[in-house]
Every structure is written in C-alpha cells, then in structure tokens.
C-alpha cells in the first residue's frame, strides 16, 4: 500500500473517531436543552458558525449561485440527511450506547454504499456487488449482532472475577 494512501486511510479512522464523541456531546445538548431538534438545531448553529472563520481564513471564494439551477435536485439531501443522523445520535445514542450506535450506523452506511456503488447513485462511479463485498457487509452485519447481543436477548457476558 502506498505512503499517500494509508495517510488517507488513517485520517479517514481519525475523522471516524470523532463521530461518537459528537454522538455523545450532542445527546447530551439535547437533554439539556429538552428536546432532541433543538440539539440539532444548536449543533447545526455551532458547526456554521466554526467554518465560516475557517472559510475566511483559507479566502474561500464565494460561490456563483447560478451553477445550482443546472444541477441534479439530489444534491441538496447532504444538508437533510445531517439533520437525520445528529437527530438520530442524539436519541438513539444514549439508549444503544456509543458502541452500539456505531455499529449500526456503520453498518446502514456500508450497506448504502453497496447500493450506491452498484448504480452508480449520487455522481459516484459505478462498482459492481461482487462476492467479497457482500461476505465484508455480511461480517459488519454479524459484528453488530454480536455486539448488541445482550440487548438482543442473549446472554449477558460472564463476569471476569
């Protein structure tokens, strides 16, 4: 493998890393403010108003709006889809634990990655199902059982005393 590509893989697991910290931080600004959507409307507030600094800092351009007429409607769904899951996270993770949240959201993006992969979705190129694929997918599906198997109904683990 080369140098470029484990830099990119491990910044990827650092970029993964933080998303239960972010999980866990906003369930708590949720309890807090009393209601999940108003955790995520904070969140979302707090996120916009740290990039815009780093955006004047790096002398973003601004962008010609006018490119956004032509483009797919789908597009949009990236900010839809941020209002799911810090929404998701904030009830889902103090029920499912930080582990446990991960795992399944893990597992739901690995298995849309699969579809988009197969047809191509959202401007990405085309990479056909193949055997290992869906072996890989079927070993995170098997990962997250076996992590919620206690709270599946399954036996608690022995203790070590």
Not at 41 to 70: D, G
């Amino acid at each position: 493998m080369q140098t470029n590509t484990l830099f990119l893989i491990l910044a990827a697991i650092v970029t993964g890393a933080v998303v239960p910290f972010q999980a866990g931080a906003n369930a708590a600004l949720g309890r807090t403010l009393g209601h999940p959507l108003w955790g995520t409307a904070v969140s979302l507030c707090v996120s916009f108003a740290c990039i815009l600094p780093v955006m004047v800092l790096a002398k973003v351009e601004i962008p010609t709006l006018s490119n956004l007429a032509q483009a797919p409607r789908w597009i949009w769904i990236g900010g839809i889809i941020g209002v799911i899951y810090i929404t998701g996270a904030l009830m889902l993770v103090p029920k499912l634990g930080a582990a446990g949240f991960i795992m399944a959201v893990i597992a739901g993006q690995m298995l849309a990655s699969i579809i988009i992969d197969q047809w191509g979705l959202v401007g990405l190129p085309q990479k056909p199902i193949s055997l290992s694929r869906i072996a890989g997918l079927g070993l995170i599906f098997l990962g997250l059982v076996v992590m919620q198997l206690q709270a599946l109904g399954g036996k608690p683990p022995a203790s070590g005393g």
